[in-house]
């Protein structure tokens, strides 16, 4: 299977590769667009600021190649906010693969804190992206965005508010 992590000079591509790794796939890590067109499979991974990772895939016309992608594609994190139509962190666009916006937590006199650090329940599971993961099962997280819900919705937490924790459509995957 060709794996293919997008490079876009942030993000956690090395540990997305170590996980992959542990599970005896061997990705390729790349901004190359021939071999993201090629692979059977992408990952458009996290960690980042949306607004300079979104002027890297327009520089590379990489923007038009990712929402033309055919095979499956899971963005993590930042990917998941990039594949929204647009991002309160630097207020800009983005892929519009869903059309739905990314906000930043807001709290009152610091009721909550954030960035949110910690476990949280996934609820409404509705993939089978979660076809291996229980009703209530906690995930780990270190996030300041979210995506709002709505109709793409695949699994949703609660902190604050209600979010979209992974959203779907078409072969598009995305997970915070």
């Not at 796939?25 to 499979?41: F, L, M, N, V, Y």
């Not at 990772?53 to 992608?69: A, C, D, G, P, S």
């Not at 906690?138 to 995506?147: E, I, P, Q, R």
Request: aromatic share 10%; net charge neutral; glycine share 4%.
């Amino acid at each position: 299977m060709n794996v293919v992590i997008i490079k876009y000079n942030a993000g956690n591509t090395k540990s997305v590769e170590n996980a992959l790794l542990r599970v005896g796939i061997q990705p390729i890590i790349t901004d190359d667009i021939a071999q993201i067109q090629q692979a059977d499979k992408v990952i458009f991974p996290g960690v980042g600021h949306a607004q300079p990772t979104m002027q890297y895939l327009n520089e590379r016309n990489l923007n038009k190649v990712i929402t033309n992608l055919k095979q499956p594609v899971l963005g993590i994190c930042l990917g998941q906010q990039l594949m929204c139509a647009n991002s309160e962190e630097g207020n800009v666009d983005c892929l519009n693969i869903f059309p739905v916006q990314v906000k930043k937590f807001k709290t009152e006199k610091n009721a909550f804190k954030i960035p949110q650090i910690g476990w949280n329940n996934l609820v409404d599971l509705k993939s089978n992206l979660f076809k291996n993961i229980d009703e209530q099962s906690f995930v780990y997280f270190v996030h300041s965005y979210y995506c709002e819900m709505s109709d793409y919705a695949i699994a949703t937490c609660d902190y604050i508010l209600p979010f979209a924790e992974a959203i779907k459509k078409d072969n598009f995957y995305a997970v915070q």
